[in-house]
C-alpha cells in the first residue's frame, strides 16, 4: 500500500469518526411525557468490603476515620475486638475480617504507621505503639504499591496505544497488488 493510499484510508476513516460524532450530537433528547410515572430508583448492590468499612466508621469512628481525615494505626488483635461487634455491625465474620484487611493495606494507612505512633483500640484509646521495624515494613509496602500501580498505568497505556499502531503497521506491511494499481 503507497503513501497516497494510506492517505486516502486516514481521510476516509477521519470522515466516518465525523460522521459518528455528529449523528450522535444531532439525537435529540428524550423527556419525559407529563403523564409518566417517575422510576422507582432501585438501591445500588455496594461491595460488601466497602460496606463493611463504612459500618465500621460509623461505629467506631476514632479508630476508623472518614477520609481526609488520616487513618491511625490500629491495635495488633483488632480484629477479634471487632469480632465481639459483629451484631451490633450487622455484618459477618468474612466481611469484617475482609474490610480491616483492606483498611489496612491503604497507602493513607502504610504512611501513618511511623515509629512510636500509638496503636489504637476501638475506642480510640493507646493500646501499644508502632514498633520500628513495623515502621520499616509499612514503607517498603507503600514503596510496592506505588511501583505496582506506575506498572498498571504503563501497562494500559501500552495497551491502549498498542492496537492503533498495530493496525498502521499491518496496513504498511501489507502487499500491493501491481496488477490492480
Known amino acids: 500500500m503507497g503513501f497516497e493510499q494510506l492517505a486516502e484510508l486516514r481521510d476516509r476513516l477521519r470522515a466516518e ?12 433528547a428524550r423527556r ?5 410515572k417517575p422510576r422507582e430508583q432501585k438501591p445500588r448492590e455496594q461491595d460488601p468490603v466497602v460496606e463493611g468499612i ?9 479508630a476508623f476515620p472518614v477520609n481526609p481525615a488520616p487513618k491511625v494505626p490500629l491495635k495488633e488483635g483488632i480484629l477479634k475486638d471487632a469480632e465481639q461487634h459483629l451484631e451490633r455491625l450487622g455484618i459477618t465474620g468474612d466481611q469484617l475480617k475482609q474490610s480491616i484487611a483492606t483498611w ?3 497507602t493513607r494507612y502504610w504512611a501513618a504507621m511511623t515509629e512510636n505512633a500509638p496503636r489504637l483500640d476501638l ?6 505503639t ?21 506498572r498498571e498505568q504503563a501497562k494500559t497505556k501500552a495497551e491502549t496505544a498498542a492496537p492503533a499502531e498495530g493496525e498502521a503497521a499491518a496496513a504498511v506491511a501489507a502487499p500491493v497488488d501491481d496488477a490492480s494499481a
Do not use: I, M, W
Open 54 to 62: 463504612r459500618r465500621l466508621q460509623k461505629h467506631f469512628p476514632l
Open 17 to 28: 469518526k465525523a460522521q459518528v460524532k455528529t449523528e450522535s450530537n444531532e439525537r435529540p
Open 123 to 128: 475506642d480510640g484509646q493507646p493500646a501499644g
Open 104 to 106: 489496612c493495606r491503604g
Open 32 to 36: 419525559p411525557s407529563p403523564k409518566a
Open 130 to 150: 508502632v514498633t520500628a521495624s513495623q515502621a520499616v515494613y509499612a514503607k517498603q509496602q507503600a514503596r510496592r504499591q506505588r511501583a505496582q500501580a506506575r
